[in-house]
């Protein structure tokens, strides 16, 4: 196997993708990405951009060039890069497709559901809250 394959491979299963959904995801066909992990087939440049994207890895993670699998983000890069990864999240999560965005939908949750949300809203704006007093100080 390759490193780009075997990273892939890792990227891929860690998401409990088949190579199929992975390969829609990427628009490439699911043989194209059986070889590729395989080893059999090299990545062309344009589908290895497109794979860093879909992982939200940097194309050096996939090539073996270093181990941390994040892109390094300038200061004012930053608010984007984490907007981008809510943004992977919520297509990785299949967040988009759930109707979580379809208020009508939101009527039908119980007492203890919305509970749950609200949990977690304010574990978020707790967080939220300890990181701005930390960048602060």
Request: overall charge negative; proline content about 2%; cysteine-free.
């Amino acid at each position: 196997m390759s490193q780009v394959g075997d990273r892939i491979r890792e990227l891929r299963e860690g998401r409990n993708w088949s190579q199929r959904e992975f390969a829609k995801r990427v628009g490439i066909n699911y043989s194209v990405v059986n070889r590729i992990e395989l080893g059999k087939r090299s990545v062309e440049d344009h589908e290895l951009a497109k794979i860093a994207d879909v992982f939200g890895v940097t194309t050096d993670y996939l090539l073996g060039r270093t181990d941390n699998p994040n892109p390094p983000e300038e200061s004012k890069d930053k608010e984007l890069g984490t907007l981008a990864r809510i943004n992977q999240l919520i297509k990785e999560y299949g967040i988009e497709q759930m109707g979580f965005f379809d208020i009508e939908k939101w009527k039908s949750l119980s007492e203890e559901e919305i509970e749950e949300i609200i949990k977690h809203f304010e574990w978020v704006v707790h967080k939220a809250r300890e990181k701005n007093k930390s960048e602060d100080k």
